[in-house]
């Protein structure tokens, strides 16, 4: 070896930028003070100028434009800061697990007919306990308008592709850096119910008729079984936005069904957390815990 070999050291190239685990932690404060800021800001200014608000956006229905984009809010502002934050290596990333499609079948129909089925079930045990004639799921006269009102509403309701790559794109891998897997869906899901409660104040919002109570258990008991689904698809998005839309089409939360439908998803998200012995993945594992590192590399997709 050289003198030069002894006394210079060798210039070393810098890594390349990545997404380590604390780097995804970055932002994750700032999204829910944004995304509550924005929600419960427009909330608090139409209860304190309501006429005033009336008459610049229109009354508090989904169909406000204000509202509309009040919806979308936890994704647009999922994609500034993960620029911010990230780069835009970390909206490739990003934007690669919300457009995802590959992964196994099994999650799209879990997402889709495992909601469908519980849903549903949830309504024939209320009209067996009540007496009331059961939905009409079995006649097939109504199933192309089942579908076609389906179809349009992943289109038209803001809910799942306004809210779901913020909740489990963003915050999720982040909250999953931090606690384990089943801690972690559960604040996640308390916290998405409170950014809610806004719309139980007005009467042009869906909330508005539906008991709190058994919202808010409806609400943790989907968070999980959404964070379930978008571990085993290693990161995917598109399970959770086809949950949510189920929820949204086949649930009755109203005063009369909301019992029965909450008790439904949470004896499921139980079954879940138990199944999976708390990790909320199907794949076997020595570790109790998950990183987002293997939130988002590890996960067999195909599973």
Avoid: K
């Avoid at 809610?196 to 058994?214: I, K």
């Amino acid at each position: 070896m050289s003198n030069r070999d002894l006394s210079s050291p060798q210039p070393t190239r810098a890594a390349p930028p990545s997404l380590s685990a604390p780097r995804r932690r970055d932002g994750l404060g700032l999204f829910y003070l944004l995304v509550f800021a924005w929600a419960w800001g427009v909330g608090l200014l139409y209860a304190a100028l309501g006429e005033p608000m009336t008459r610049l956006f229109g009354p508090v229905t989904l169909w406000n434009p204000l509202i509309f984009v009040t919806v979308w809010s936890p994704t647009l502002l999922t994609l500034a800061i993960t620029a911010r934050y990230a780069g835009r290596a970390g909206l490739r990333e990003l934007l690669g697990r919300i457009f995802r499609w590959r992964f196994g079948l099994r999650w799209y129909a879990i997402a889709t007919l495992g909601v469908a089925a519980l849903a549903l079930g949830a309504r024939f045990v209320q009209a067996l306990v009540t007496h009331t004639p059961p939905p009409p799921v079995f006649e097939v006269a109504h199933w192309p308008q089942f579908v076609a009102a389906g179809l349009v509403m992943l289109v038209l309701d803001p809910g799942p592709i306004g809210e779901d790559p913020g909740w489990r794109g963003f915050a999720l891998p982040r909250m999953l850096d931090r606690f384990n897997p089943t801690t972690a869906a559960l604040l996640l899901g308390a916290i998405w119910t409170v950014w809610h409660l806004p719309a139980f104040l007005f009467s042009g919002m869906p909330q508005s008729s539906l008991p709190l109570g058994w919202f808010c258990v409806a609400m943790v008991s989907a968070t999980v079984l959404m964070s379930w689904v978008t571990i085993n698809a290693r990161g995917a998005v598109i399970p959770a936005i086809l949950m949510h839309w189920a929820f949204n089409r086949f649930s009755d939360l109203n005063p009369a069904g909301a019992m029965y439908a909450a008790l439904a998803y949470a004896a499921a998200a139980v079954a879940v957390i138990v199944a999976t012995r708390g990790t909320l993945s199907s794949a076997p594992r020595r570790q109790s815990t998950l990183s987002s590192e293997a939130f988002l590399s590890t996960h067999d997709a195909s599973s």
